[in-house]
């Protein structure tokens, strides 16, 4: 059974920062990315930032340039380190991870946590 376990969230004061991590267990033969999505109250799940296998990086605009996302392969481990905070990155972020499947690529989901950031 692949688990994702996410860690790092908490209350930070605007300007600050946090570092998220992820690991992933159970039996996993490949994985094709990882990344970190994030859900604010009344709004859409939203992609953060992805990095795959060879680190290539994705961000979304609202976060470029004050979040990095690096990976440690041989642990199956992604980080997000959340720099210069605000407001509007309160939400729950969420770890992902796309694994080769027979029908198809299957994404994995961690129970996300919770990231607030006062003003």
């Known amino acids: 059974q692949v688990q994702l376990v996410e860690s790092g969230g908490g209350l930070v004061q605007a300007g600050g920062s946090l570092r998220l991590s992820c690991a992933a267990s159970g039996v996993i033969f490949s994985i094709n990315r990882m990344g970190w999505y994030r859900q604010a109250p009344g709004k859409q799940r939203e992609l953060v930032a992805i990095i795959t296998t060879d680190d290539n990086t994705n961000y979304a605009d609202s976060v470029k340039g004050r979040f990095t996302i690096s990976r440690d392969n041989a642990k199956n481990t992604v980080y997000l380190q959340m720099n210069s905070l605000t407001p509007e990155d309160t939400a729950v972020y969420y770890c992902?991870?796309?694994?080769?499947?027979?029908?198809?690529?299957?994404?994995?989901w961690g129970q996300g946590t919770q990231v607030t950031v006062s003003s």
């Open positions: 992902n991870m796309v694994v080769p499947g027979t029908l198809g690529p299957r994404n994995y």
